[in-house]
């Protein structure tokens, strides 16, 4: 899943994109107001981490705009107080949640996962396909009750494919959700990952779960 940190303290910044990083999420960051507008309405993100204090333009003005453009994309605003000004402010202009600072990064955490269940309409913290389970709090991987061991890249290329398990997900979709914004799209190492999450799910079980859809992409699902 990947997460838009828009944030001027770069300390905090790069303390969040750490953090999300290992919980396998992958996770860009804007520095101010008017580049957090750029790469939300530019790029897909699954969840924005916004900070409500920012140069250039604020956060309540950012979420108003991301808004008008209809970009649905689940917004968590990070306040400096107890404000209830702001807070009430943020709710009304779009965002979804807040965070007063400082704060606990497993709260963060535990925010943007509530946050990206509500896509789902579910409370669990599993994702299942047929046989395949995939456990969001470990991070770990079953079939049939066998556990397949995933690297953190592999790992979140399959839960996007679980997350949209039946719908044939593109690999410039693919990369949009798993890589950031630096990563070079022309490489074929995508390709390389996809097949070994593809032959990990797949060798050795009665049926295969993840299909290529030649010149199209990837789908994921349990055929019945
Ligand atoms: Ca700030």
């Known amino acids: 899943m990947r997460i838009l940190i828009i944030e001027d ?23 101010d107001g008017k580049e957090g507008l ?26 108003k705009e991301i808004r008008k453009r209809e970009i649905v994309t689940p917004v968590l605003m990070l306040t400096v107080n ?17 965070l007063t600072k400082p704060f606990a990064f497993e709260e963060l955490i535990a925010r943007l996962r509530a946050l990206l269940r509500r896509n789902e309409n579910s409370k669990t913290s599993k994702l299942t396909v047929g046989d395949l389970v995939l456990d969001l709090q470990s991070h770990r991987v079953f079939r049939n009750n066998q556990e397949i061991i995933l690297t953190p890249k592999e790992y979140s290329i399959l839960e996007y494919l ?26 074929n190492i995508i390709d390389v990952y996809i097949n070994k999450v593809r032959s990990k799910i797949n060798t050795n079980f009665e049926k295969p779960l993840i299909h290529t859809i030649r010149g199209i992409g990837y789908v994921l699902k349990d055929d019945d």
């Open 162 to 187: 679980m997350r949209n398990s039946k719908k044939v997900i593109s690999r410039t979709k693919l990369i949009e959700h798993v890589y950031d914004y630096h990563f070079d799209t022309e490489t």
């Open 82 to 98: 107890d404000s209830i000004k702001d807070k009430v402010e943020g709710l009304d202009a779009g965002a979804d949640d807040y």
């Open 38 to 63: 750029k790469l939300s309405t530019s790029e897909e993100y699954d969840v924005i981490i916004m900070d409500i204090m920012l140069p250039y333009m604020d956060g309540i003005t950012l979420i």
């Open 9 to 31: 303290e770069k300390k905090v910044a790069s303390f969040i994109k750490k953090g999300l990083e290992e919980e396998y999420f992958v996770a860009d960051i804007a520095g």
